[in-house]
């Protein structure tokens, strides 16, 4: 037993830590947390549920080939609970899951050490984990992996996720078939007969809650009585997949708070981590933190959300974290530092080189440019740049890394091309770096702003028996079956954008979706610029740019004034997987498509650009744009 501030008591079957402000309990060698005791409040989570109770670390995987990002679901539960520290200040538990071919098919060939640190008088604790695939493990695909919280339904109600997106929440029991509606998404459902009559009419869709990775630092829920507050807590991305801006999902309905360490989601396959047969893979994540804070008066419950918030920043500046006792996580002094200045260099806008202002600088695995929105079993480190384009990114664990980045205002991504090895306690100086974004002549037209999202683009209002009332004056894209509203506002005819006359903003609808024809019936839709050019270069090239900010199981042809033109000047082929238009997103995965058209198949006077979405099998699969550029030859 360590002192009376922070006391451990181990059983058979439990383990309890209470470190003078809260209690935790464990499964013993299980690891799941069956109880948490703070403020009065007996448990803050639920154990009633039908299927999932408490907190827990769980993942999901397939066997390799697999192309489904679903699989097999696995609440993980050790087989072995050792004590790593122990004294008057804090307490680290592992929780470890050995693997051996008796449970093939039935559990993820991995070896899992889950560690929970607690220290002394402290509302809350941190957890982590170490993963690891070695070389006598068979093959298979890690589709997503994270840490669950559900909570206690008759004490959370309110659930905060941005300073914007907070608001009381219906139950789990209004999503249940005697009073919901199942919509054409397996996740939204239409509330027609819930407890409390104010969410009548509503959609709950825990897809609309999501973050952008650079965004999900804190979220949580409130109780009101008594006022008190339970929030997760993430401090650093570099334990994520996907980049700044892949998002994922964080609190939601039932009460149910997420610390997501790797998923799909918004991606696609992609995303999947696929092992080899006896392929040596480890990876540390987190810690996090689960945060317990409450005030006195029921009045100021709401302000709860605002300590979490103060709380996150000062775990944010503790990062990387001194305590955790693995070794496989390295502390500050074990991490290098690289610095630079990025610069853009585009002779049709500036004949001197541009200051990256704001731009996105980051160190991910060695691959192409672009590569680190799909990369999926590394460490990746991100910073922005200041107005003047320097950088500083910190805090990175030893190993070899590609630096990439992005300038908002530009299309395309930056690699520098030197592989840069960073070893302990480094500070690597690069100097000027220069972007050189895809160009080719000066801009003749454009659509949109070159920012790897629509959201500058005509979002509909939803349906009126669609509405989620928190989206009625902020984010419109996140309401659910905006894809259905392309149909009604073009009944007869498909989009049709004059340049110079048309104004994106008003007329260029946020995504190009199918047009549903029957119950179960679609048609390809087929958008067209039109543009005029005085005088056309015949034997010069003019460079179609267009980059999309998503794609779902879509192709995207392009044909130039001759509609029936076979085959298309091009064609994508099918691209994407991440499901943006459904799942209420406004991006997914950036792609950029740099198509030449020929002076010669250009007129004199008014041309057409026509872009066709040919996939049809269902309401999802579109695409979004992100900006459309026609250049003409160079000068």
Same mark, same amino acid.
């Given at each position: 037993?360590?002192?009376?501030?922070?006391?451990?008591?181990?059983?058979?079957?439990?383990?309890?830590?209470?470190?003078?402000?809260?209690?935790?309990?464990?499964?013993?060698?299980?690891?799941?947390?069956?109880?948490?005791?703070?403020?009065?409040?007996?448990?803050?989570?639920?154990?009633?549920?039908?299927?999932?109770?408490?907190?827990?670390?769980?993942?999901?995987?397939?066997?390799?080939?697999?192309?489904?990002?679903?699989?097999?679901?696995?609440?993980?539960?050790?087989?072995?609970?050792?004590?790593?520290?122990?004294?008057?200040?804090?307490?680290?538990?592992?929780?470890?899951?050995?693997?051996?071919?008796?449970?093939?098919?039935?559990?993820?060939?991995?070896?899992?050490?889950?560690?929970?640190?607690?220290?002394?008088?402290?509302?809350?604790?941190?957890?982590?984990?170490?993963?690891?695939?070695?070389?006598?493990?068979?093959?298979?695909?890690?589709?997503?992996?994270?840490?669950?919280?559900?909570?206690?339904?008759?004490?959370?109600?309110?659930?905060?996720?941005?300073?914007?997106?907070?608001?009381?929440?219906?139950?789990?029991?209004?999503?249940?078939?005697?009073?919901?509606?199942?919509?054409?998404?397996?996740?939204?459902?239409?509330?027609?007969?819930?407890?409390?009559?104010?969410?009548?009419?509503?959609?709950?869709?825990?897809?609309?809650?999501?973050?952008?990775?650079?965004?999900?630092?804190?979220?949580?829920?409130?109780?009101?009585?008594?006022?008190?507050?339970?929030?997760?807590?993430?401090?650093?991305?570099?334990?994520?997949?996907?980049?700044?801006?892949?998002?994922?999902?964080?609190?939601?309905?039932?009460?149910?708070?997420?610390?997501?360490?790797?998923?799909?989601?918004?991606?696609?396959?992609?995303?999947?981590?696929?092992?080899?047969?006896?392929?040596?893979?480890?990876?540390?994540?987190?810690?996090?933190?689960?945060?317990?804070?409450?005030?006195?008066?029921?009045?100021?419950?709401?302000?709860?959300?605002?300590?979490?918030?103060?709380?996150?920043?000062?775990?944010?500046?503790?990062?990387?974290?001194?305590?955790?006792?693995?070794?496989?996580?390295?502390?500050?002094?074990?991490?290098?530092?690289?610095?630079?200045?990025?610069?853009?260099?585009?002779?049709?806008?500036?004949?001197?080189?541009?200051?990256?202002?704001?731009?996105? &600088?980051?160190?991910?695995?060695?691959?192409?440019?672009?590569?680190?929105?799909?990369?999926?079993?590394?460490?990746?480190?991100?910073?922005?740049?200041?107005?003047?384009?320097?950088?500083?990114?910190?805090?990175?664990?030893?190993?070899?890394?590609?630096?990439?980045?992005?300038?908002?205002?530009?299309?395309?991504?930056?690699?520098?091309?030197?592989?840069?090895?960073?070893?302990?306690?480094?500070?690597?100086?690069?100097?000027?770096?220069?972007?050189?974004?895809?160009?080719?002549?000066?801009?003749?037209?454009?659509?949109?702003?070159?920012?790897?999202?629509?959201?500058?683009?005509?979002?509909?209002?939803?349906?009126?028996?669609?509405?989620?009332?928190?989206?009625?004056?902020?984010?419109?894209?996140?309401?659910?079956?905006?894809?259905?509203?392309?149909?009604?506002?073009?009944?007869?005819?498909?989009? &049709?954008?004059?340049?110079?006359?048309?104004?994106?903003?008003?007329?260029?609808?946020?995504?190009?979706?199918?047009?549903?024809?029957?119950?179960?019936?679609?048609?390809?839709?087929?958008?067209?610029?039109?543009?005029?050019?005085?005088?056309?270069?015949?034997?010069?090239?003019?460079?179609?740019?267009?980059?999309?900010?998503?794609?779902?199981?879509?192709?995207?042809?392009?044909?130039?004034?001759?509609?029936?033109?076979?085959?298309?000047?091009?064609?994508?082929?099918?691209?994407?997987?991440?499901?943006?238009?459904?799942?209420?997103?406004?991006?997914?995965?950036?792609?950029?498509?740099?198509?030449?058209?020929?002076?010669?198949?250009?007129?004199?006077?008014?041309?057409?650009?026509?872009?066709?979405?040919?996939?049809?099998?269902?309401?999802?699969?579109?695409?979004?744009?992100?900006?459309?550029?026609?250049?003409?030859?160079?000068?």
């Amino acid at each position: 037993m360590s002192s009376a501030g922070l006391r451990l008591n181990a059983q058979n079957d439990y383990v309890v830590i209470n470190n003078g402000v809260v209690e935790i309990t464990w499964t013993n060698p299980g690891g799941i947390i069956r109880g948490i005791k703070y403020k009065g409040i007996d448990n803050l989570l639920e154990l009633n549920n039908k299927d999932l109770n408490g907190g827990f670390w769980d993942l999901n995987w397939s066997e390799s080939g697999s192309t489904k990002t679903r699989g097999k679901f696995d609440t993980i539960e050790g087989t072995d609970l050792q004590v790593i520290v122990e004294n008057e200040k804090q307490i680290e538990l592992s929780f470890t899951r050995m693997w051996n071919p008796a449970v093939q098919g039935e559990q993820a060939p991995l070896y899992i050490d889950r560690r929970f640190v607690v220290f002394r008088d402290v509302p809350g604790f941190y957890s982590y984990a170490i993963f690891e695939h070695t070389k006598d493990m068979p093959s298979f695909n890690l589709n997503t992996t994270r840490i669950a919280f559900m909570l206690n339904k008759e004490k959370f109600h309110y659930m905060a996720i941005t300073d914007d997106r907070q608001r009381f929440m219906p139950s789990a029991e209004d999503r249940l078939a005697e009073r919901g509606q199942a919509l054409a998404y397996p996740e939204a459902v239409l509330l027609v007969d819930p407890i409390e009559p104010e969410f009548k009419g509503e959609v709950d869709d825990k897809y609309q809650y999501s973050l952008e990775n650079k965004d999900n630092q804190v979220h949580g829920w409130i109780c009101f009585d008594p006022p008190v507050g339970f929030w997760q807590i993430t401090p650093s991305n570099e334990f994520r997949t996907g980049g700044p801006f892949k998002q994922d999902l964080t609190s939601h309905v039932n009460p149910t708070t997420l610390a997501i360490f790797l998923t799909s989601h918004y991606a696609g396959p992609d995303l999947l981590v696929k092992f080899e047969p006896g392929e040596e893979w480890k990876k540390v994540l987190g810690p996090v933190f689960t945060y317990f804070n409450s005030v006195s008066d029921k009045e100021m419950a709401l302000t709860l959300w605002d300590d979490a918030k103060r709380q996150m920043n000062k775990e944010v500046q503790s990062w990387p974290y001194s305590f955790p006792a693995s070794e496989e996580f390295p502390k500050c002094g074990q991490r290098g530092i690289v610095k630079g200045r990025l610069l853009v260099q585009d002779r049709y806008l500036s004949k001197g080189n541009l200051p990256g202002k704001d731009a996105y &600088v980051g160190l991910a695995a060695p691959g192409d440019a672009g590569s680190w929105q799909r990369e999926n079993k590394g460490y990746q480190f991100w910073t922005t740049t200041d107005e003047d384009g320097y950088f500083v990114i910190e805090n990175i664990r030893a190993g070899s890394y590609s630096l990439y980045a992005l300038v908002p205002g530009f299309i395309g991504d930056y690699k520098y091309e030197v592989v840069i090895t960073i070893t302990e306690g480094c500070n690597i100086e690069l100097g000027e770096l220069v972007y050189e974004p895809p160009r080719d002549g000066p801009t003749l037209w454009e659509i949109g702003i070159p920012d790897r999202s629509a959201a500058e683009f005509y979002i509909p209002d939803p349906n009126p028996k669609y509405v989620n009332k928190l989206y009625i004056n902020q984010d419109k894209f996140r309401q659910y079956g905006l894809w259905e509203r392309y149909a009604e506002l073009y009944p007869d005819n498909d989009l &049709v954008y004059t340049v110079g006359v048309n104004e994106y903003q008003k007329d260029w609808f946020f995504a190009q979706v199918n047009r549903k024809i029957g119950e179960n019936a679609y048609q390809s839709t087929t958008w067209k610029i039109k543009f005029k050019i005085d005088n056309v270069n015949l034997a010069g090239a003019y460079t179609l740019r267009l980059a999309l900010a998503a794609a779902n199981h879509a192709e995207l042809q392009v044909r130039i004034n001759d509609p029936t033109a076979d085959p298309p000047l091009f064609s994508s082929g099918e691209i994407g997987g991440d499901n943006a238009i459904a799942r209420h997103a406004i991006h997914g995965i950036y792609w950029l498509f740099n198509v030449t058209i020929p002076g010669s198949l250009l007129l004199g006077g008014e041309n057409i650009i026509l872009l066709t979405q040919t996939k049809t099998a269902n309401a999802f699969q579109g695409i979004m744009y992100d900006y459309i550029r026609l250049e003409g030859p160079s000068c």
